[in-house]
């Protein structure tokens, strides 16, 4: 079984930043493809960023520019640095890992992904 655990989030001014952290723990887990999404109330899970090891990186539109997706390979934690953070990003984001080993960046849907976080809370207040 593999474990997925997030941390970091928090409540924020608009134009702030906070840094968001990923462990996945289990057999294999540390070649795992792994990426964030969001949910906001209301609305479907997005994906927010997907990182390969080649260091091929995929954003959701709306947070190019802002938001950072690196990946720590020997401690296997995943990051998400988010910058000029606005209202709209006010959501609950999740990290997730599969058992996919090649083209990470390519896999940006919900459904792709096997194993998910509880999630952790951010708020943007304006």
């Known amino acids: 079984q593999v474990h997925v655990v997030e941390s970091g989030g928090g409540s924020v001014q608009s134009g702030g930043s906070l840094r968001l952290s990923c462990v996945a723990s289990?057999?294999?887990?540390?070649?795992?493809?792994m990426g964030w999404f969001r949910q906001a109330p209301g609305k479907e899970r997005e994906g927010v960023a997907t990182?390969?090891?080649?260091?091929?990186?995929n954003y959701a539109d709306s947070v190019k520019g802002r938001f950072t997706i690196s990946q720590d390979y020997a401690g296997n934690t995943l990051y998400l640095q988010m910058n000029s953070l606005k209202p709209e990003d006010t959501a609950m984001y999740y990290c997730?890992?599969?058992?996919?080993?090649?083209?990470?960046?390519?896999?940006?849907?919900?459904?792709?992904?096997?194993?998910w976080g509880q999630g952790t809370q951010v708020t943007v207040s304006s």
């Open positions: 990182v390969d090891r080649d260091g091929s990186t």
């Open positions: 997730a890992a599969t058992d996919r080993y090649t083209k990470c960046a390519y896999f940006f849907t919900r459904a792709q992904y096997r194993f």
């Open positions: 289990g057999y294999g887990a540390s070649d795992y493809c």
